[in-house]
């Protein structure tokens, strides 16, 4: 019999006597004839919480007063309210589902009695359940408050009843850390971002300073090989980063839709790389890595280069290795190299494509000299090319570079070569001989012919005298351009963006034989000017390309076309014709 029943029995026995004995008397005066009052509820007020265990904990708002609130409730006021805590240790992650039987719940997590909601749910209990959740992030273990209560009176409805918690703490992963890096071989790895502290660290998704929840891994890269990692997020979107150590400089990234980084390693030792593995935007889940090596190019340095010659090829870059080079684009995108073997009296016409990269050629006469020829495109499938030549009488070797614009790890290249036959030197008469008895003809008067003084020695307009060359009076050769290597009328990408290269060298000379380079000049002052001087060289004539000349170049290429016009009184003899 409970305690209201029995206050109800004494009073009615009490009722049927006319003289109280004391006993009676006694119960009387404590109020037995009065209602009793529900049972207290223990964890009715905040500074009283009862302990909440992982797993499912029932309870029951009914009695409870809601007195002893302290701290905000959330958008609206919480009553009949019961209080429970638990701990978190650093890094885990709690979240408290509750359902209620039949009544409006709400459910608030604090920090501390009158402190910080964290986090709030106040949705009707029908069909439920409510859930709240927060992670500790604070690094050492925090108490938290969970209070639970009605928010909301509806007609039929009660405003308190019994209610379960199911309570769920999930630790962070073992290599929620750097220095706790996993050790993954090449296969795939199974991993969870979930309940992961962010790490402050560089990275190419928003800069320094990005704290996303992230896991690390660490492996091993054999020399000479490249590592390919690669990420696929069960349900969201992921950020790969690569390091060589804790708090270095990042090696390579990627995030958004294409989680995919790779790293060369051209060295002969192994060398160690950490894996992060983080979401955009702070969100977390599941997630497959795949650990891949793969060959670094055989050709991927200047020392390394591969034998090649006339013929059409299917290349590839990809993995290959940067290398600070300058050139004519970008310098140190991947790239690969070949050995160009040349008969004598050899010209090699040289065009490269790819279909999902831009293209840079270049020419080299051997490692770690400047570039005779070049050219790029920054867009897929655009044809650059070059042309080099050996006016020798004995074989010469070039060197070829490939490398790409716009894909970092390398692409895959179509490569034509294509040999024609050309004059061995002083074989020929050219257009800069001078007979030593007169002047030399050319099929007609030739404009700019030089005067021979002496024995092998004459000096060049605005040239530095030059000791056993010969040279001319710097005029220029008529029809074409100089610029225009292709003799179409027509001003090109390339050839303009040879035209900027002469502008950026200080300077320019002639190449030792017409056609060592694709218009017979080569960039930087030198001492051989025994050539028609370029047409773009006009004001002043002094063997450099000035602004205003860089300038009527490029007037040149926007206007479609161009013709030789010398009595029409333009300041380089030539007219533009616009589109």
Not at 316 to 334: D, K, N, Q, V, W
Request: proline fraction near 5%; charge should be negative; charged fraction near 20%.
């Amino acid at each position: 019999m409970n305690a209201l029943g029995l206050s109800y029995l004494v009073c009615v026995f009490v009722g049927r006597r006319s003289r109280l004995s004391p006993f009676l008397a006694l119960l009387v005066s404590m109020g037995c004839c009065l209602p009793a009052s529900a049972a207290v509820v223990a964890n009715d007020e905040c500074t009283n919480p009862t302990p909440l265990s992982v797993g499912t904990t029932q309870g029951d708002t009914t009695g409870s007063t809601g007195e002893g609130v302290i701290g905000p409730d959330c958008s609206q006021p919480i009553k009949n309210d019961l209080w429970y805590t638990f701990e978190l240790t650093p890094g885990a992650t709690a979240q408290a589902a509750v359902t209620p039987i039949d009544f409006f719940l709400a459910a608030a997590l604090y920090d501390s009695c009158g402190g910080t909601v964290l986090d709030c749910s106040q949705v009707p209990g029908n069909p439920g359940p409510n859930a709240v959740e927060f992670q500790n992030k604070t690094g050492e273990n925090q108490t938290y408050l969970l209070r639970i209560g009605s928010y909301f009176s509806a007609s039929g409805r009660p405003d308190a009843g019994p209610f379960s918690i199911e309570l769920t703490v999930v630790l962070p992963p073992e290599n929620d850390a750097c220095a706790d890096a996993i050790t993954v071989d090449t296969g795939t790895t199974s991993g969870s971002t979930t309940s992961a502290l962010g790490a402050a660290v560089n990275s190419c998704v928003f800069g320094n300073g990005n704290q996303f929840p992230d896991v690390w891994y660490r492996t091993v890269v054999p020399a000479k090989k490249a590592l390919e990692v690669r990420a696929e997020p069960l349900n969201f979107t992921a950020v790969l980063d690569l390091y060589h150590a804790c708090g270095g400089d990042i090696i390579e990234c990627q995030g958004g839709d294409s989680s995919r980084v790779s790293h060369s390693n051209p060295a002969d030792t192994p060398e160690e790389v950490l894996i992060r593995v983080a979401g955009t935007q702070g969100r977390t889940g599941d997630f497959d890595l795949f650990v891949s090596l793969e060959d670094v190019p055989a050709n991927d340095a200047c020392t390394d280069a591969l034998p090649i010659s006339e013929g059409t090829f299917n290349l590839s870059s990809r993995y290959a290795t940067g290398e600070p080079l300058a050139s004519c684009l970008i310098a140190e995108f991947a790239d690969i190299w070949y050995q160009l073997a040349l008969p004598a009296g050899t010209r090699a016409n040289v065009s490269c494509v790819s279909a999902d990269s831009g293209s840079v050629v270049t020419a080299y006469e051997d490692c770690g000299q400047d570039e005779i020829a070049c050219d790029g495109n920054t867009q897929p499938n655009q044809t650059v090319q070059i042309a080099v030549s050996n006016t020798r009488s004995t074989e010469k070797a070039f060197l070829l570079r490939l490398a790409s614009f716009g894909q970092t790890k390398g692409t895959d290249f179509s490569l034509t070569i294509g040999f024609e036959s050309v004059a061995i030197e002083g074989e020929a008469e050219t257009a800069t001989e001078a007979e030593t008895t007169g002047e030399a003809e050319t099929g007609g008067e030739a404009e700019g012919a030089a005067e021979a003084e002496g024995e092998g020695a004459a000096e060049a307009e605005g040239a530095a005298e030059a000791e056993g060359e010969v040279t001319t009076d710097g005029e220029f050769q008529d029809g074409w351009l100089s610029v225009d290597t292709d003799f179409n009328f027509i001003i090109s990408l390339p050839e303009l963006l040879r035209l900027i290269q002469l502008f950026n060298s200080d300077g320019f000379h002639c190449a030792d034989a017409p056609f060592d380079t694709e218009d017979g000049f080569v960039p930087g002052p030198g001492n051989n000017y025994a050539c028609f001087r370029h047409d773009s060289d006009y004001n002043p004539k002094d063997w450099r390309i000035s602004l205003s000349e860089l300038l009527r170049g490029i007037q040149f290429f926007n206007l479609s076309f161009y013709i030789y016009c010398p009595d029409e009184g333009t300041e380089d003899g030539f007219c533009v014709l616009g589109k």
